[in-house]
């Protein structure tokens, strides 16, 4: 249901290793100096825009289960890590350029990861260390050891509690705010989910309980409530919270993508570009996973992203003034998978290497106008985010032009703006004059916290030159800044190290509403089946023939990742087995979680393991309203 996405409910209602200095915004203001122009930034939220890319860490009693979203109803006793090692992933995420941690300490199934005495659903009552563990303690001193900054996500939706959706639950809920903001040293983010609401065990009622997330949370109370205990700890990301998500979880920020937005509930229209001079500094985070799903599943390890993906990542969500928020899942052992670790070494290194050495150092700076000496255009090249170029007030769309040292091509662009001034650029362009006359390279709307242009190819340029197009308020430019992008080690793919994902050869499509369903077993997930939106009374269906019997546990879909207008992938489920195609069994009937947005791939295991060699799968609506279903791939896995 599209109110049991991940962020949806919300529409209806910040010091890592490296980091510069924190607090711009309370460095000496110099005599003369601007007046800040529209919404600017709290202190928290420039500690915040500091950090610019920082690792989640999705790790709970689901990564046991192989689900996205557990129901409430898992037994403790399923924690188990063999082998965890919070320095291991730690150390992978640092390796990676991450300056931070977030740490699920409560996903929506309920399990709390620290050994609280607020309920009986937590690690003190499962294997790990005989009951003695604490998870979120120990990634907490392993963060730290590794001189990256903490953080906490708390799903606000707990499926396991039986008086969710009643007064104590939000009692119960304050309480763990207060435990996790007390108990592990200063943090700079405390996450709230968006998902609220639906299905679930609570506490055996098994039943679905609808909110009112806005009036039942009191979301100004909770976010009051976490700054009363960590007063730098930037929260995500209701009405009222210091960031916002970017509207989708594919790690891509709109372009541009405004830090401000309306004093009104969240529109994910809205949340992915921003709303240029809109009264709220409500800055987005880009949230994105390393493999398809938040939860580690051996089904994806040849699905990690690679390098140069990560690369591209970066470059649609930091170089659009975002922070990046990558999630790292560990897998059962408690650790990261070896090919996770790789790549984000290759990535890590690459941008070390990069971003090691600014190449316009050397470049003589003029301006068409400055504002005096303590705003010269020199400042763009001090290295110093305290320090900015700016104009007369009269003056909003000057030019600055660098001489730049001979022999240094370059590929990679960055620009800063001097956030405590507020957002004073609008659209700026760039031109290079290679030895010919003035060519223009580069024209985009907003530079904000920083703005990346990458060249299709390295240049050698005898100067550059940035002209402001349009803005409300004379500039203030913080940093010009050239680079040029090293590559990344090449890290061999892997091929999936599930035994019990049953191989394709020798599949058929039996029936299937409309054409083109061989797509859903070619394991290509670039193909797709696409029919018209179904309904109750018209329901998509697709009958597979396994080519012989097998002993099935459950079934899988992808939903596509291809962009394709007025489509969406299935809502709900119902799924039949059959031993010769004519008569059936149920399976399983359901819903998918968080598919809309996450479009990760969804795995419905039966209560009983049964032989069967017919598939047949069920759908009566889209997850949001679209006129055509998509489906990127259906598979299905044996017992373990």
Excluded at 50 to 58: C, D, S, T, W
Aim: proline share 8%; hydrophobic share 40%; with cysteine.
């Amino acid at each position: 249901m599209t109110d049991l996405t991940r962020r949806s409910l919300i529409a209806a209602g910040a010091a890592g290793a490296a980091l510069p200095a924190l607090t711009p915004a309370f460095a000496q203001t110099p005599a003369g100096a601007p007046k800040p122009w529209g919404a600017t930034p709290s202190k928290r939220q420039l500690a915040w825009h500091m950090r610019e890319q920082y690792a989640f860490v999705h790790f709970s009693i689901n990564a046991f289960t192989d689900r996205e979203w557990g129901y409430g109803d898992e037994s403790p006793t399923l924690f188990n890590p063999s082998d965890f090692d919070p320095d291991q992933i730690v150390a992978a995420a640092k390796a990676g350029g991450m300056r931070g941690i977030i740490l699920t300490a409560k996903h929506h199934d309920g399990f709390c990861l620290w050994p609280t005495k607020l309920t009986e659903h937590c690690i003190r009552n499962s294997p790990y260390k005989n009951g003695r563990g604490d998870i979120v303690g120990e990634m907490e001193r392993a963060t730290r050891r590794a001189g990256l900054a903490f953080g906490l996500y708390l799903s606000p939706w707990d499926r396991n509690h039986p008086d969710y959706g009643r007064q104590g639950y939000i009692d119960y809920f304050r309480a763990q705010i207060v435990e996790l903001c007390t108990r592990y040293g200063e943090l700079f983010e405390f996450w709230f989910d968006g998902a609220n609401g639906g299905d679930g065990y609570y506490g055996g009622a098994r039943e679905t309980r609808k909110i009112d997330a806005p009036a039942y949370y009191n979301w100004p109370s909770m976010i009051a409530l976490v700054h009363q205990h960590q007063p730098m700890a930037c929260t995500f990301d209701p009405l009222g919270a210091d960031v916002r998500w970017v509207g989708n979880e594919d790690g891509i920020a709109g372009d541009p993508c405004w830090p401000t937005m309306p004093n009104h509930p969240y529109v994910q229209s809205e949340g992915n570009s921003g709303v240029r001079g809109a009264p709220l500094w409500w800055p987005a985070e880009t949230d994105v996973s390393i493999r398809p799903g938040w939860f580690y599943h051996a089904d994806e390890d040849a699905k990690v992203k690679d390098p140069q993906r990560l690369l591209r990542l970066y470059d649609e969500s930091v170089g659009r003034g975002t922070n990046l928020n990558l999630n790292l899942p560990p897998d059962r052992t408690g650790q990261l998978h070896a090919h996770d670790v790789a790549v984000l070494k290759s990535f890590g290194d690459a941008q070390a290497r990069t971003y090691a050495t600014n190449l316009a150092q050397g470049a003589v700076v003029r301006a068409s106008h400055e504002r005096g000496a303590a705003f010269a255009a020199a400042r763009v090249l001090d290295g110093n985010r305290d320090t900015y170029w700016s104009s007369p007030d009269g003056v909003t769309t000057p030019s600055l032009t660098l001489d730049l040292p001979p022999g240094k091509p370059f590929d990679v662009i960055r620009l800063r703006e001097y956030l405590p001034l507020g957002v004073r650029v609008t659209r700026f362009a760039i031109d290079l004059d290679e030895g010919q006359g003035w060519r223009q390279v580069a024209e985009h709307e907003c530079i904000s916290a920083q703005r990346i242009i990458r060249l299709p190819k390295p240049v050698t340029a005898r100067r550059l030159r940035l002209r402001i197009v349009e803005a409300p308020a004379c500039p203030a430019i913080s940093e010009i800044a050239l680079f040029r992008q090293a590559a990344p080690v090449p890290v061999a793919p892997v091929r999936s190290s599930d035994p019990t994902i049953l191989a394709k050869q020798g599949w058929r499509i039996v029936a299937a509403s409309g054409t083109g369903a061989e797509a859903l077993i070619d394991n290509e997930a670039a193909t797709r089946w696409t029919v018209p939106a179904p309904s109750a009374a018209a329901p998509a269906q697709v009958t597979i023939d396994l080519g012989a019997a097998q002993m099935l546990a459950g079934f899988s879909l992808t939903p596509s990742r291809t962009v394709a207008k007025d489509t969406a992938p299935p809502r709900g489920y119902v799924c039949e087995t059959s031993m010769d195609g004519k008569t059936w069994t149920p399976g399983a009937a359901g819903e998918f979680g968080n598919i809309a947005y996450a479009l990760a791939t969804q795995r419905v295991t039966f209560d009983t393991a049964r032989r069967a060699r017919f598939l047949r799968l069920s759908f009566a609506a889209t997850a949001v309203p679209a006129g055509k279903l998509i489906v990127a791939e259906v598979g299905a896995f044996t017992v373990r």
